[in-house]
T-cell receptor, first 112, second 116 residues
């Protein structure tokens, strides 16, 4: 399966702490995306990192990509209660053109 | 605001009674996708349209059909819903720039289907 595996499955932290979630995959990719899903809602694109990039930032988000280890991490710094959501990595399907396969997801809960 | 709209947000149907979910977009994107997402799982792609070209996933049950009458609208038809089809159904779009795999997908809020 090309699906990414994420860990941890669930993460609970206090507001102000950093949250790190990891995604591992099996195939060669040319990019990896991260999405957020608030409870009962659709997914929202957060960031895309290309295979020739090792790190990318967007606001409080920091994404790394290690193609040799076939892994990526998403770091949320100074977390807020509003960051409570599920986070999914997504990789392009081999030969799939515009199709993505989503990872298993990490459920993040940020408590006040 | 350009967006992806799904109707209805909540749909209740009876076992075996056909149901249609709708999706519309104002983004003028070439590609439209339908995903099924069950509780605490990743979204699973059912099929997608690249413009008018329909692409079915190999493991999508025949019970699921789709129509895209124009660029803006796409429908998901479930011919005979079973209890196992209860899920969130997500519609998404992407620009569909040919020859690239870096498309970002834009999701609607989803339709939660309950089968009684």
């Amino acid at each position: 399966s090309q699906q990414g595996e994420e860990d941890p499955q669930a993460l609970s932290i206090q507001e102000g702490e950093n949250a790190t979630m990891n995604c591992s995959y099996k195939t060669s990719i040319n990019n990896l995306q991260w999405y957020r899903q608030n409870s009962g809602r659709g997914l929202v694109h957060l960031i895309l990192i290309r295979s020739n990039e090792r790190e990318k930032h967007s606001g409080r988000l920091r994404v790394t990509l290690d193609t040799s280890k076939k892994s990526s991490s998403l770091l949320i710094t100074a977390s807020r209660a509003a960051d409570t959501a599920s986070y999914f990595c997504a990789i392009p399907l081999t030969g799939g053109g515009n199709k993505l396969t989503f990872g298993t997801g990490t459920q993040l809960k940020v408590e006040l | 605001d350009a967006m992806v709209i799904q109707n209805p947000r909540y749909q209740v149907t009876q076992f075996g009674k056909p149901v249609t979910l709708s999706c519309s977009q104002t983004l003028n994107h070439n590609v439209m996708y339908w995903y099924q997402q069950k509780s605490s799982q990743a979204p699973k792609l059912l099929f997608h349209y690249y413009d008018k070209d329909f692409n079915n996933e190999a493991d999508t049950p025949d019970n699921f059909q789709s129509r895209r009458p124009n660029t803006s609208f796409c429908f998901l038809d479930i011919r005979s819903p079973g209890l196992g089809d209860a899920a969130m159904y997500l519609c998404a779009t992407s620009r569909g720039v040919w020859g690239t795999s870096t498309d970002t997908q834009y999701f609607g809020p989803g339709t939660r289907l309950t089968v009684l």
